[in-house]
């Protein structure tokens, strides 16, 4: 699925690592709400994540780069046990977009993607502001770059956030529900922005409603229900032939 | 008439007012705005480093931040004023020399940061958190994050709340008249004040009181101002755009978004 087909010359490629769930428990206090949780995502590929509210999709994601410290089990990040390393070392290598952006209303769209190269990565200014520019324009943005996000529509706050996730040059990109406080005719833009990652060889997690997506562009399809991991596989196998009661309920609920 | 004479002898004798005039403007109001100014200055950084240490995870920094706290914004200022004022003489005394002006200052700014602790505390806390989580996600660690975006956002939205803390403290610094300031380092009330006690009426008093009014007046009217710009935004206004043309943006900067997308 993710072949390099239609890349065009000013849009890179990347270099996606792999990564790993293993057993993987997470609890808030003593509630567990991931329950050993085991995922395998090749490079370079994009597993989507479905499943109902409160299923613990979020917080599965927020485990991969230890936002929420997983309780138990490992995550490995291109072979690498991701829980020895330092949190903030390992998120460098991660990126990850929300569902309400996050952006830093008081920046400019490029400097809300230059400042983690500058303060982070220590890029000389002049040097971040160069690729922040150069990310914005491969979002489509170039010419919003000194915009502030409350000027922006939400469609290209969220390409803002996917440039500024992007510029810290991430092995693994995680997506919560990235379209899910957009306008409906600005969903199509963000999707098209995230499956040309995919093809262009990003690995990806993709929290997602929009199945529709899932189908099209993901390599492997998981549905979560109560904090556990009910099916995963094709998104053929998995839209088309349903074995669980519980997935088969879902699909007739959301399609 | 006779009483209405009265009253204007009392309040507004204009001699006296204009005798008095020249040291209210050259002494007084110069040592109120000094005072008022160090400790707010001062009652800033302190206060910065009490609402950090009062949503900080650790209990060991909160529980004294909140004590703190708690301990001079209960008590009365005028109490705490005499308590340090007095109390740390002898040791200002080798530090700063005879003079209680220090002292004063430093007891204002600890009243003062206590209060403006809990300000900034309020306005870092009101930050979306969904800041922070973007910041650690982008790997950087929880000081920077906090000094890089989460506190200037916090901040900027209590400016108004800020400026309303100065104009206490204004208020407040006549009341290091207590500790006996020299005559060079009378503020505004002492000054008039003395005035008063010298000429028989209170016309003295009452100028003192419009000069601390030209100070704060305008003051809580900047408040205003901020208030309004704060709370309804700065957007500016736009024509109406469709969303439909930033599709159709979108198409032609990225040649993948044609094809298939249903
Ligand atoms: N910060 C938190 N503290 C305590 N419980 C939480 C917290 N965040 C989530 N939960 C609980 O954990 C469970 C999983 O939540 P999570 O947000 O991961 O679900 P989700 O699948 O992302 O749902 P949604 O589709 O609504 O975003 C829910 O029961 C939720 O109430
Ligand atoms: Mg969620």
């Known amino acids: 699925m993710s072949s390099t087909t239609s890349t065009s010359a000013d849009q890179p490629t990347f270099r996606g690592s792999s990564l790993q769930l293993k057993n993987l428990c997470m609890a808030y206090g003593d509630i567990p709400v991931i329950r050993d949780v085991s995922l395998e995502i090749a490079p370079g590929t994009t597993t989507c994540i479905i499943g109902p509210s409160g299923s613990g999709k979020s917080t599965l994601l927020r485990g991969i780069n230890r936002l929420h410290e997983p309780s138990s089990g490992g995550v490995l990040l291109d072979g690498e046990d991701a829980l020895r390393v330092r949190p903030d070392v390992l998120r460098r290598r991660i990126g990850m977009v929300f569902q309400h952006f996050n952006l830093f209303p008081d920046h400019t769209a490029l400097e809300n993607v230059a400042l983690a190269l500058w303060k982070v990565k220590g890029m000389p200014k002049s040097e971040a502001t160069e690729r922040a520019r150069r990310r914005l324009t491969e979002v489509g943005l170039g010419e919003r770059a000194d915009h502030r996000p409350r000027d922006l529509s939400g469609g290209q706050q969220q390409r803002v956030a996917i440039a500024r996730a992007l510029a810290m040059e991430p092995e693994v990109m995680l997506f919560d529900e990235a379209t899910s406080a957009l306008d409906p005719e600005l969903v199509k833009g963000v999707l098209t922005l995230m499956a040309g990652l995919c093809e262009r060889g990003m690995t990806m997690a993709v929290v997602t409603h929009e199945m529709g997506f899932a189908r099209r562009v993901a390599d492997q399809v998981v549905f979560m229900d109560e904090g556990e991991i009910v099916e995963a596989g094709r998104p053929e196998d998995l839209f088309d032939n349903p074995r669980s009661a519980r997935l088969q309920r879902f699909l007739s609920e959301v399609l | ?262």
């Not at chain 2, 008063?196 to 419009?210: D, E, F, K, R």
């Open chain 2, 1 to 262: 008439m006779d009483f209405l004479d009265n009253l204007v002898k009392t309040f507004f004798d204009v001699d006296s007012m204009l005798t008095v005039a020249p040291q209210l403007l050259t002494v007084g109001l110069v040592n109120t705005l000094v005072i008022s100014a160090a400790s707010t200055v001062i009652g800033l950084v302190l206060g910065m480093v009490v609402a950090v240490m009062g949503i900080s995870t650790s209990r060991w920094l909160r529980i004294p931040a909140r004590i703190y706290t708690d301990l001079f914004r209960g008590l009365p200022a005028i109490l705490t004023i005499l308590l340090i004022g007095q109390g740390f003489a002898k040791f200002s005394q080798s530090i700063f020399g005879p003079s209680p002006y220090p002292l004063g200052i430093i007891a204002l700014s600890l009243i003062a940061s206590a209060y403006i602790g809990e300000i900034f505390r309020a306005g870092i806390q009101s930050v979306d958190k969904g800041q922070l989580e973007a910041c650690r996600a982008l790997g950087m660690n929880y000081g920077r994050a906090m000094v890089l975006v989460v506190i200037p956002q916090g901040v900027r939205r209590v400016l108004p709340a800020l400026v309303n803390q100065f104009i206490a403290i204004i208020k407040d610094s006549s009341l290091v008249y207590f500790l006996g300031l020299l005559v060079s380092e009378r503020e505004l009330f002492r000054v008039g004040q003395d005035a008063a006690v010298n000429t028989g009426n209170l016309s003295p008093l009452v100028l003192a009181g419009i000069f601390y009014l030209i100070v704060t007046v305008p003051l809580t009217h900047l408040v205003n101002y901020f208030d309004q710009r704060f709370r309804t935004g700065r957007r500016r206004p736009t024509a109406p755009t469709s969303g439909l043309k930033e599709v159709t943006e979108l198409d032609a900067v990225s040649p993948l978004t044609t094809g298939s997308n249903t």
